[in-house]
T-cell receptor, first 110, second 117 residues
Framework: GQNIDQPTEMTATEGAIVQINCTYQTSGFNGLFWYQQHAGEAPTFLSY????GLEEKGRFSSFLSRSKGYSYLLLKELQMKDSASYLCAASNTGFQKLVFGTGTRLLVSP | DVKVTQSSRYLVKRTGEKVFLECVQD?????MFWYRQDPGLGLRLIYF???????EKGDIPEGYSVSREKKERFSLILESASTNQTSMYLCASSPLPGVAASTDTQYFGPGTRLTVL
């Protein structure tokens, strides 16, 4: 079977750091995507990890441990505009399909 | 920039009506996907297509069909709409797997919020 788990909701304060975790169990796992989705809008690509380790991209970083079936998205220096849902998705070999988690709704307060 | 467009942002239909949702992408992508997104359930794959006239069932194909007559266009059809098909429908496209894996992401359209009364 295929299963992706991530917390339903998180809250944080402007300027803080937040880590959104994702655990996965999928067959033929190839890599892990993170998407951001603002309310009423389409998901947009944030990051993709295929190798173990941390990938840093500005204020956002993403980590993958293939042996543990675990990933996280790290958001630094939080801004109000970071309030959104963050979707974790596992790709299988061939990248043809993605399996999505239910998303983590992040609320950033002043 | 990749652009994926969907024919309507909001749609209201009656139970039993035949509904067409259209999706067009302008990046010559081989793969196209239809998802529905519901609170607490996340994005679920309905159908996908990896070439013209080719289609494969996703996780929840019941009650839906698709058509891909041209590479840039992928249509989702609800043969007889039911209230449990009220949802947000998202179309996506992606290129075939390549060397630069990070570019093989799926690009999403703005979504169609369908209400079936």
């Amino acid at each position: 079977g295929q299963n992706i788990d991530q917390p339903t909701e998180m809250t944080a304060t402007e300027g803080a750091i937040v880590q959104i975790n994702c655990t996965y169990q999928t067959s033929g796992f190839n890599g892990l995507f993170w998407y951001q989705q603002h309310a009423g809008e389409a998901p947009t690509f944030l990051s993709y990890n295929v190798l173990d380790g941390l990938e840093e991209k500005g204020r956002f970083s993403s980590f993958l441990s293939r042996s543990k079936g675990y990933s996280y998205l790290l958001l630094k220096e939080l801004q109000m505009k970071d309030s959104a849902s963050y979707l974790c998705a596992a790709s299988n070999t061939g990248f043809q399909k993605l399996v999505f988690g239910t998303g983590t709704r992040l609320l950033v307060s002043p | 920039d990749v652009k994926v467009t969907q024919s309507s942002r909001y749609l209201v239909k009656r139970t039993g009506e035949k509904v067409f949702l259209e999706c067009v992408q302008d990046m010559d992508h081989e793969n196209m996907f239809w998802y529905r997104q519901d609170p607490g359930l996340g994005l679920r794959l309905i159908y996908f297509s990896y070439d013209v006239k080719m289609k494969e069932k996703g996780d929840i194909p019941e009650g839906y069909s698709v058509s891909r007559e041209k590479k840039e266009r992928f249509s989702l059809i609800l043969e007889s709409a039911s209230t449990n098909q009220t949802s947000m429908y998202l179309c996506a496209s992606s290129p075939l797997p390549g060397v630069a894996a990070s570019t093989d992401t799926q690009y999403f359209g703005p979504g169609t919020r369908l209400t079936v009364l």
